[in-house]
């Protein structure tokens, strides 16, 4: 699939702003693409364009251009969402991400380029998501997750997993990380929209990197600034990582179907919360562009706040509690 074939020119020329000036990842680009072709392909069926029934993936849009797109009102949007949620049995979270892609279309039209005098979806609502709280393992059931590491990878997959836990890495950036990425005491890290921050190694995360690099200077890699190799010397896939983490949850015992890498992320961010770290600077940390991304895991803040007003000596006494002397 590439939207430089398929997608007519109005979308072709967003999708090649978010990818060459916003610089952000492929699978962001053709995430909007996707969902701006099934929105096109929608109008020119529900607009009477091509036959009422002709399938979806066979409606060729390579014609609609800025008048098509210009033309569409927030009714017609919201008549698509009803077919997706109808139809298609697209859930609220998945509906939403459509209106977002959507927004930044016209939003690129409008804005960015002027090339549309009005945004019609501008005060368009988006589905109400339910927020939910994320997984994540205790101190506990991280020191279990660890100790369980054992086999021919063993210095590899403890480095991997301590990484998760203490530094918060997404799974791809773990996957990507170079050699030249390494610095004394800290790791460049390439994160979405190739985005850089530098993430610094605790004394646990230096000691699990430096063994594996012991152990890695004497692979003949074929891929040679990978940092973290495949059985096959090949720089490591995120599939790889994934059967990884799953086996090792297995191990020690732990429920791999509630605890994915991703949870590992939210663990090490759950826990640097627990011991004082304050919420902007876990958002540098984990790489977050928006601080409300962030706060979800305030949860355990106040959780622990709960706790310290109940622990205090104070919590029962009342006012006829008063012992003082007149």
């Given at each position: 699939m590439s939207y430089r074939d398929e997608a007519p020119q109005p979308v072709r020329e967003f999708l090649v702003y978010h990818d060459t000036i916003k610089g952000q990842s492929k699978r962001t680009v053709d995430s909007y693409f996707l969902d701006l072709r099934t929105f096109t392909r929608y109008l020119y069926v529900s607009r009477g364009l091509v036959p009422r029934d002709t399938a979806l993936e066979d409606v060729d849009i390579s014609s609609a251009g800025l008048d098509f797109y210009g033309a569409v009102t927030v009714s017609e949007v919201y008549d698509f969402l009803a077919y997706l949620s109808r139809d298609r049995e697209l859930n609220a979270?998945?509906?939403?991400?459509?209106i977002t892609s959507i927004k930044g279309f016209y939003k690129y039209l409008t804005v960015k380029t002027k090339q549309l005098d009005t945004d019609p979806v501008q005060d368009l609502d988006t589905p109400k998501l339910q927020k939910t709280?994320?997984?994540?393992?205790?101190?506990?059931?991280?020191?279990?997750?660890?100790?369980?590491?054992?086999?021919?990878?063993?210095?590899?997959?403890y480095c991997i997993l301590c990484l998760f836990l203490n530094?918060?890495?997404?799974?791809?950036?773990?996957?990507?990380l170079d050699l030249t990425d390494i610095r004394p005491d800290s790791l460049l890290i390439h994160g979405k929209g190739n985005k850089q921050r530098?993430?610094?190694?605790?004394?646990?995360?230096?000691?699990?990197?430096?063994?594996?690099l012991l152990v890695r200077r004497s692979i003949p890699a074929v891929d040679k600034n990978a940092v973290f190799l495949s059985n096959r010397r090949k720089r490591i896939s995120v599939d790889s990582i994934q059967v990884m983490v799953r086996n090792t949850l297995l191990k020690a015992g732990l429920d791999p179907s509630q605890i994915s890498p991703h949870k590992l992320r939210h663990t090490a961010?759950?826990?640097?919360?627990?011991?004082?770290?304050?919420?902007?600077?876990?958002?540098?940390v984990l790489g977050h562009e928006s601080l409300n991304t962030t706060q979800i895991y305030t949860h355990v803040a106040?959780?622990?706040?709960?706790?310290?007003?109940?622990?205090?000596?104070?919590?029962?006494?009342?006012?006829?509690?008063d012992d003082s002397e007149d």
């Open positions: 979270a998945s509906r939403a991400r459509m709280l994320p997984h994540y393992l205790t101190l506990e059931e991280s020191k279990r997750l660890l100790s369980a590491v054992d086999g021919k990878n063993k210095e590899r997959d530094c918060g890495l997404r799974i791809s950036e773990m996957a990507g530098e993430v610094y190694l605790n004394d646990a995360s230096a000691r699990a990197l430096n063994d594996w961010a759950t826990l640097m919360l627990q011991n004082g770290v304050d919420v902007r600077t876990l958002q540098e106040n959780a622990e706040l709960k706790k310290a007003a109940a622990a205090n000596p104070l919590a029962r006494f009342g006012p006829n509690d």
